[in-house]
């Protein structure tokens, strides 16, 4: 098994399933119930490929794993390269994880151009593994903006009224800031010469390029994440998106941005990366408190929703420039955690909205009455965003709330204000919504979960509550990878250090 390239199956096979769909004939019909089961059955066969890395990993190194390696650009030193370690590990599996579940829940929501529909999801999946499975810097690009393209025509094409201007306007966000992040892999090979990840993360970058590469590698990252204030696109997409479009965006596409944090920027640039470690903790506490505050003011479920994940996210972005061992392994889970609850949150909403159309808090109301699964559900996942010990969303704020408090109290006393508000938006949200009396005609006749939807958000469920109970599992894969990035980047600071004693 050493020699079989089991990585660039996991990250092609989504489009073996494109290929099925494109040579699909016959009616409409016929063509969209192909397409659907060609997709799902595709896309569940991705995911028991990437169950088989997680299985075949070795916790005991921080080497990457399952490599291959290519000639693919001779002349420039460019290659094929994959691999994955313990920080990428779990990305894959959380893309691979989330798109059957997409299928499934856009099974009877998209109805139009099914066949476009699917083919883009799945061209989308393997933009996503690939991204965090490349091991080389050009190879990562062409991957990291390729997400945007099929992301692009889900929101353009089957998003809600105003979908074209969220498309492009996320669409000119993130590829703005990437102009910035090919600069700075140009600068990098011009200096190392080559794009290969491991041969850069042990090259030393000159201490005077850190910083203008540092702040070329934010731009790209700060958009993607999103960070406090290049936020705005993200509430427009999600609003906008279809369902399974909000879901993949807030699950997977908004963890690019803090891995790019994790692989590139604290790793390749130390130095800077401790110089704006203060810059990180001032935007991530504002996030944290704006962005909550914004959220309570919200009536609608899918804005209230995408608010909350940009203040989740500045827990990540908190832990993983602490420089801590718990808190880039809180940083990391707590994007694990954040890809599987804020999922769930969005296809929650999207139950209600098949039925109903509308994603107005104010629409509904004593939904318990009507849907008692469905209100189980939703607490479950309510209260897992909340933090609620027992659930994954507590392990990652809590370990992210111990690096910080190690590194600056301050910072960890203000983050922990976003949990008490994150606890007020989230249960008038679920107390609007499920609780109340049952007044609108129109609800009084709403069906519960059907098995499909069951289905769906069963391992979500799991997944939650495993996560929260026994999160050892996943901790165990990125313990070695963490403490071998930690070790390097001190040792870079403190030789740092030494040259400027030396230097005096």
């Known amino acids: 098994m050493e020699s079989f390239p089991v990585l660039s199956l996991t990250t092609f096979l989504p489009l ?7 040579i699909v004939r016959g009616d409409e019909e016929t063509v969209a119930r192909n397409a659907r089961g060609a997709a799902l059955w595709t896309s569940i066969g991705t995911f028991f490929v990437s169950i088989f890395l997680w299985i075949n990993f070795d916790t005991s190194t921080a080497d990457f794993q399952f490599v291959e390696k290519h000639e693919w650009i001779p002349a420039f030193n460019i290659s094929y390269h994959l691999g994955v370690d313990g920080i990428s590990m779990f990305f894959v599996l959380l893309s691979t994880a989330l798109t059957p579940l997409c299928v499934l829940a856009s099974w009877k929501a998209i109805k139009t151009r099914v066949r476009e529909y699917m083919i883009a999801f799945l061209i989308l999946e393997t933009m996503m593994i690939g991204t965090f499975a490349a091991l080389d ?8 903006e390729g997400v945007l393209i099929p992301m692009f025509i889900i929101i353009g094409v089957w998003g809600g009224e105003r979908r074209v201007y969220s498309a492009f306007k996320f669409f000119l966000f993130t590829l703005a800031g990437s102009v910035l992040l090919l600069a700075a892999i140009l600068v990098l090979h011009f200096q190392a010469g080559t794009t290969d990840i491991p041969t850069l993360l042990a090259f030393q970058v000159p201490a005077e390029m850190q910083l203008w590469i540092w702040l070329a590698f ?3 990252f700060a958009v993607k994440l999103p960070m406090w204030p290049v936020h705005t696109w993200l509430p427009d997409a999600h609003v906008e998106a279809p369902t399974a479009g909000s879901v993949i965006l807030a699950g997977v596409l ?7 944090f994790l692989r590139f920027s604290l790793p390749m640039l130390p130095l800077a990366s401790d110089q704006f470690t203060p810059l990180i903790y001032t935007l991530s506490v504002i ?20 608010y909350s994940s940009v203040a989740h996210m500045g827990f990540v972005t908190i832990g993983i420039f602490t420089a801590t061992q718990q808190g880039i392994q809180g940083g990391i889970f707590q994007m694990l955690s954040h890809g599987v609850i804020s999922a769930a949150l969005f296809l929650c909403v999207g139950v209600v909205y098949d039925r109903i159309h509308s994603r107005e808090i104010s629409r509904y109301g004593g939904l318990v009455e009507r849907m008692p699964k469905y209100a189980l559900v939703f607490m479950v996942f309510m209260l897992g965003s909340v933090g609620l010990p027992g659930t994954s969303g507590f392990i990652g704020e809590f370990m992210v709330l111990i690096g910080a408090f190690q590194d600056n109290t301050w910072v960890a006393l203000l983050a922990t204000t976003g949990i008490i508000l994150g606890a007020a938006y989230m249960l008038y949200l679920y107390r609007r919504v499920i609780f109340g009396k049952l007044e609108k005609a129109d609800l009084k006749n709403i069906l519960d979960l059907e098995p499909r939807e069951i289905a769906i958000f069963t391992p979500l469920l799991v997944l939650v509550l495993w996560m929260g109970l026994w999160p050892q599992p996943f901790l165990d894969v990125m313990d070695v990878s963490v403490s071998n990035l930690l070790q390097n980047y001190q040792t870079a600071l403190n030789a740092a250090d030494a040259i400027t004693v030396v230097g005096r």
């Open 254 to 260: 908004l963890k690019m941005g803090g891995y790019g």
């Open 218 to 220: 934010f731009a790209s």
């Open 137 to 144: 810097f050009l190879l990562f690009y062409i991957f990291f």
């Open 287 to 306: 996030a944290i408190i704006y962005t909550s505050l914004v959220a309570l003011a919200q009536e609608d479920m899918k804005k209230l929703i995408a």
């Open 16 to 22: 073996v399933g494109v290929l099925f769909i494109l």
